[in-house]
């Protein structure tokens, strides 16, 4: 959540003497008077399919800062570790069973650390705070390592087949296959051993109302996820209540999916080039046709929009299109603010990236197999705090679940890490069990909130 601080009122300036008036050396300026910091450098990333490395761009200048190589990545193959550091899962040339994940610093060019997962990464995430990086494998399984030693925690045969993206939202990972299915990971119950064996199936939820390969997915405000598809449709579902809410169909098969973090609009990239502005709460019944959700189209690209990204305030729209261009829109006007060009080959990732301009430990290459035995105590689990879970003016479900949190936290949980120990200890009830259940009920009041707020979706 952002938290907004009240904005001090200026000081009042003294007038400006006259031009001869000669200023007293002893008065040094006053530190209120200096000029403000320069915001923090964003850049626009972009990757290729071929092997043409990962141009960054200034977004305020246009400016080409460096280019990181070699890389060649297919798409949801590139992620930013927390802002710290770059990864990117390499797209084997021959299509082959092997395939490396490279690490990239951000003033260096050239590959920092290489890794050699078991099988090549078709997909890949990292969550919020860089602790964790998890990776779909191109046989169905997924991987999840932990940053700082680059221990596999954790393995598990997920899809039929190759898993092509990943989502998070708080402790809930959603992963789409080439197979047409979702499925919605508990990371609690994935990493601890007891839950594991005590659960009906290893998935909470598996979806699989989409005909052909699920192409991208997003996670919103109030665990909702909306996933795209070559079937023509964007699905919106409830994590919270395991179902599918509406499916919208488009004239062309989808490849990416962003979310306005200010509204309930999202974009879409069609295989046609256009990028589809689309409301998420259009009453399908009363309109008769779920293309009634299609609000207009932005189109500037020649070929199909691969990537989409959103900035974090909503502002911007990046995408990356098989025609080797990136474009910057401004959407507010939903006009073409920047245009970059690729070197060469299809553009497959883009991301909207603040570099954070730290000095790393040492990076550790991610292992193959699990540590000693190939058993790891379950010791904790991720927790993210989702980067899209913006308040909703009027909403207080989501102080309602803030303060939850806060509750949790005096259990000994943690906002990113939860203790696998409060499972059981000593014959203790089960704590973790009664807060996700719980926790859960926000969640679904929470998405009725989210629902109520949508106009068309409200009685007449």
Not at 28 to 48: G, H, I, R
Not at 251 to 270: E, M, N, Q, W
Not at 377 to 390: C, F, K
Request: some cysteine; glycine content about 8%.
């Amino acid at each position: 959540m952002r938290l907004s601080g009240k904005k001090k009122p200026c000081p009042h300036l003294p007038r400006r003497g006259p031009p001869n008036l000669e200023i007293s050396e002893s008065l040094n300026p006053s530190p209120l008077l200096m000029a403000p910091p320069p915001p923090p450098k964003q850049l626009v990333l972009a990757a290729s399919s071929a092997d043409a490395g990962v141009a960054a761009w200034d977004l305020r200048t246009g400016a080409e800062e460096i280019r990181y190589r070699p890389c060649a990545s297919r798409p949801h193959a590139l992620a930013s570790v927390a802002g710290r550091f770059l990864a990117a899962a390499q797209a084997h040339p021959a299509g082959g069973n092997s395939s490396t994940v490279h690490f990239y610093l951000w003033d260096k060019p050239q590959v920092a650390v290489k890794s050699f997962p078991a099988e090549p990464i078709r997909a890949l995430l990292a969550d919020q705070e860089g602790s964790y990086l998890i990776g779909g494998g191109s046989n169905g399984n997924l991987f999840l390592w932990e940053v700082a030693s680059g221990e596999l925690l954790h393995t598990w045969h997920a899809h039929y087949r190759a898993v092509k993206c990943l989502s998070l939202y708080d402790y809930l990972l959603v992963s789409g296959s080439e197979d047409g299915s979702i499925k919605v990971w508990d990371l609690i119950t994935v990493l601890d051993e007891q839950s594991r064996l005590e659960a009906k199936t290893p998935y909470l939820y598996s979806f699989n109302q989409h005909a052909l390969p699920v192409t991208d997915i997003a996670c919103f405000l109030g665990a909702i996820a909306v996933s795209s598809s070559e079937d023509q449709t964007c699905k919106i579902w409830s994590l919270s209540e395991g179902r599918m809410l509406r499916s919208i169909s488009f004239p062309t098969s989808i490849d990416s999916v962003a979310l306005d973090p200010r509204s309930h609009v999202f974009y879409v990239g069609g295989r046609d080039g256009k990028i589809y502005v689309t409301a998420m709460g259009v009453d399908v019944s009363s309109h008769g046709s779920d293309e009634s959700s299609i609000l207009g189209a932005l189109d500037d690209h020649s070929k199909a929009v691969t990537s989409l990204a959103s900035s974090t305030d909503g502002l911007l729209l990046v995408s990356g299109s098989e025609d080797g261009n990136v474009r910057v829109w401004d959407t507010r006007s939903q006009q073409v603010t920047r245009k970059f060009k690729h070197s060469q080959g299809p553009v497959t990732n883009v991301l909207i990236v603040t570099p954070k301009r730290v000095n790393l430990p040492p990076l550790h290459p991610l292992r193959k197999v699990c540590s000693a035995n190939g058993e790891v105590e379950p010791q904790s689990v991720i927790l993210p705090r989702p980067e899209n879970d913006v308040p909703i003016p009027g909403n207080r479900t989501s102080i309602f679940v803030e303060r939850y949190l806060d509750e949790f936290q005096k259990y000994g949980g943690s906002s990113m890490l939860l203790d696998s120990a409060l499972n059981t200890h000593n014959g203790a009830p089960n704590q973790q069990g009664e807060w996700r259940g719980k926790y859960l009920e926000l969640q679904d009041l929470f998405v009725h909130e989210v629902l109520d707020q949508m106009p068309s979706l409200r009685n007449p």
